[in-house]
């Protein structure tokens, strides 16, 4: 999700990973059908981390990954945004790479509610998380559940290639000042030759397997004078090829960190804009 809800951990561009970015793309394109062994692999992760978070919500202390360094909190607090890999494989992935990694920031002067309001402002995600982001709509929205579908593409990308993804969120409040979300695609969709006239939607789990799954766990903590906001970025992606392993899993793994903080510093962005917004219209209509 390109955003704290489904960040797009494999699309966004940033000027220093775009030659390496495009050497990974010549060196890996060919079309590609998803392993069933490989989605397998993917749930059960996905479940895995899932259950995590519903058990860490039940603990007194501890609900946030940055309070397992007095360090990192620190640095969070104080405006810096930091962003490390959550995922240690443990098994083999059958033609394919599971990408995790979890980011945090602070919000200062925010309450929990203007967080959560702005995260679950789908309409407006083309805003908040361009260029990635170039179409978003909310389908259907209800107290704790979410479907939403987003077009993102990389404009780095030659061959014009965007995804369409359809996304459900549920959105659980363990307390006034603590909730979590659990987001997922529910399909993903290729598209080739994005904006041309001859731009087709490829099948689930078909194409060249930039993305092939997406999901986030957002935990949300109101204290210190603000909010704390963390997302654990979850993607299911194509494999590298053995032989350029070594060269390119540093650079996959730069980008995968570099987009997961610019769409943390686009969600505190966003939030800065609707505080200021809601304040100018306080005092407009006292």
Known sequence: ????VTCPIELRPTSVSRPALLFVL??????????????????????????????????PAGFLWLDQSANRRNRVHNGEIVADETYA??????????????GAAFIPDARIED???VVRNYNHYKNYYSPTVIRSNT????????????????????????????????FTQVSDKRWYAISTSTQIHQI????????????????DGYIWRLASITR??????????????LGLTR????????????????????????????????????????EQIAATNP
């Open 26 to 59: 010549s060196s890996t394109v060919y079309a590609a059908t998803l392993n069933p062994a490989s989605i397998q692999a993917w749930n059960r992760h996905l479940a895995a981390a899932e259950a995590k978070v519903t058990a860490d919500a039940q603990k």
């Open 239 to 278: 494999d590298i090829p053995f032989g350029l392993r070594f060269i390119l899993d540093p650079v996959v793994r730069r980008i995968s960190r570099n987009s997961l903080l610019e769409s943390l510093k686009q969600t505190g962005k966003a939030v800065d804009e609707f505080l200021a917004t809601t």
């Open 139 to 170: 389908l259907e929205q209800n107290a704790s559940l979410d479907h939403w579908t987003v077009t993102m593409m990389n404009q780095t990308l030659l061959l014009r290639i965007a995804v369409e993804a359809d996304c459900q969120a549920t």
């Open 220 to 233: 949300f903590e109101e204290r210190d004078g603000g909010v704390y906001l963390e997302v654990e970025a």
């Open 115 to 117: 967080v959560i309001a």
């Open 89 to 102: 494989p443990t098994e083999k992935t059958p033609d394919a790479l599971i990408h995790d990694w979890t």
């Open 1 to 4: 999700m390109p955003d704290p």
């Open 192 to 207: 080739d030759n994005y904006g041309r006239a001859d731009q087709h939607r490829l099948p689930v789990d078909q194409g």
